[in-house]
Structure formats: structure tokens, C-alpha cells
């Protein structure tokens, strides 16, 4: 199995910070991967697919990049919406995984 | 509108059994592969199975093959979650989501409100 590692677990940031959470993948999965916004209570929500494209709907304040094992989302200006949890996912193949998540609070 | 609504969850023993269900309407539902992912309290996501559009490929987490079984009904517009031998750790809000039926496009691009999954005696 694909074992996904996030980092930061936690992240705490002020309104306009530039934030960046990484992902890395335990063996290469090209650009396979998904990112994903959670809020207490709610379902989550696709952001990013396919390590960089940019989900229809979602700001253009969000941007992933990365290829391989490596992988980054990035939020150019924090805003108050923003502060939730943030999953990465493997869609290289089966069984599909998730990262541990990443929540970014308000510092 | 687009949507997914999971329905069926509740409390139950463990060993025992539950049924989901997931309501889709607003899409082709026979276009698209149906996935159902769970997040146990306070814990991350974790994806539990899949089944292709024409029910051909099905997949399971290897927590829980040989005891929960997807289905789907595409006249019926309706994907399944059949549980059986039910344990404590199987308690979890169960999501239904949407995947493209491409191996290309196995991530979630919508999903439902969840079904609380509680196995306690």
C-alpha cells in the first residue's frame, strides 16, 4: 500500500500568511495526487486533482504542485474561510489513501 | 442540484449488521464510479470501497473485505454499503462520494453529508 505522510500536522497562521502543507508519498505516484478542505461537521471538499489542477469553483489563492513523492499546497493569502483541515490523497491506484491531515488554525 | 444523500446508519452491536444507502440525483449516475469513505470521531479520512460504473471492478480496504459488500443500482439511481460483523472500530461517519470511472480520475469530486455508523453495545 501507498502510505501518504502530511506535514505540518498542525499550522497555526494569521489572515494574508502565505502557507504551504507538504505531502509525500511512501513510493512515486506521478502527478496522482488529490487535495481535499474539510470544515467541522461538513464533508470534505476537492480542491486539487492531479497534483496541480485547479479544481472548478475553487480561488485561485490555492495551487498544488509537485510530481513523484513529493507534493505541496499552497494558499497565497490566508483567508478567515480557509481555517479548516487539509487532506492529501493518492489516486495512483488502489487501495486508494489519505494523508493524516493538516489543520490550520488561527494563530 | 447535484448531490448525494447517505441514509441508513445508526446504532448497532457489534457482530451485528446495517445497510446504507446513497441517493444520487442532478448527474448521469450510470457515468460515474461510487466510492464510500469513512472518518472515525476526531480521526482522518479512509477509503473503504469502490465500485466501477457498470458495477464490473470492485475494490476494498483490506479493513474490511469479507464483511461489508458495495453495491449499486443505476435504475435506481442508488449505491449500497452492506455491513456485516460489525465492530467497534467500524464506527465512523460513512461518506458516499463520486469518482470518474478513468483509473485517471480516482479522486473525489463530490460528496454527500455522511451517515453516523455507531457499533457499541
Known amino acids: 500500500d501507498i502510505q501518504m505522510t502530511q506535514s505540518p500536522s498542525t499550522l497555526s497562521a494569521s489572515v494574508g500568511d502565505r502557507v504551504t502543507i507538504t505531502c509525500r508519498a511512501s513510493q512515486s505516484i506521478s502527478s496522482w495526487l488529490a487535495w481535499y478542505q474539510q470544515k467541522p461537521g461538513k464533508a470534505p471538499k476537492l480542491l486539487i486533482y492531479k497534483a496541480s489542477s485547479l479544481e472548478s469553483g475553487v480561488p485561485s489563492r490555492f495551487s498544488g504542485s509537485g510530481s513523484g513523492t513529493e507534493f505541496t499546497l499552497t494558499i497565497s493569502s490566508l483567508q478567515p474561510d480557509d481555517f479548516a483541515t487539509y487532506y492529501c490523497q493518492q489516486s495512483n491506484s488502489y487501495p486508494l489513501t489519505f494523508g493524516g491531515g493538516t489543520k490550520v488554525d488561527i494563530k | 442540484e447535484v448531490q448525494l444523500v447517505e441514509s441508513g446508519g445508526g446504532l448497532v452491536k457489534p457482530g451485528g449488521s446495517l445497510r446504507l444507502s446513497c441517493a444520487a440525483s442532478?448527474?448521469?449516475?450510470?457515468?460515474?464510479?461510487l466510492n464510500w469513505v469513512r472518518q472515525a470521531p476526531g480521526r482522518g479520512l479512509e477509503w473503504v470501497s469502490s465500485?466501477?460504473?457498470?458495477?464490473?471492478?470492485?475494490y476494498y480496504a483490506d479493513s474490511v473485505r469479507g464483511r461489508l459488500t458495495i453495491s449499486r443500482d443505476n435504475a435506481k439511481n442508488s449505491l449500497y454499503l452492506q455491513m456485516n460483523s460489525l465492530r467497534a472500530e467500524d464506527t465512523a461517519v460513512y461518506y458516499c462520494?463520486?469518482?470518474?470511472?478513468?483509473?485517471?480520475?480516482?479522486?473525489?469530486?463530490?460528496w454527500g453529508r455522511g451517515t453516523l455508523v455507531t457499533v457499541s453495545s
Open positions: 442532478g448527474f448521469t449516475f450510470s457515468s460515474y464510479r
Open positions: 462520494a463520486r469518482s470518474g470511472d478513468s483509473i485517471w480520475s480516482l479522486y473525489f469530486d463530490l
Open positions: 465500485i466501477s460504473s457498470s458495477s464490473g471492478h470492485i
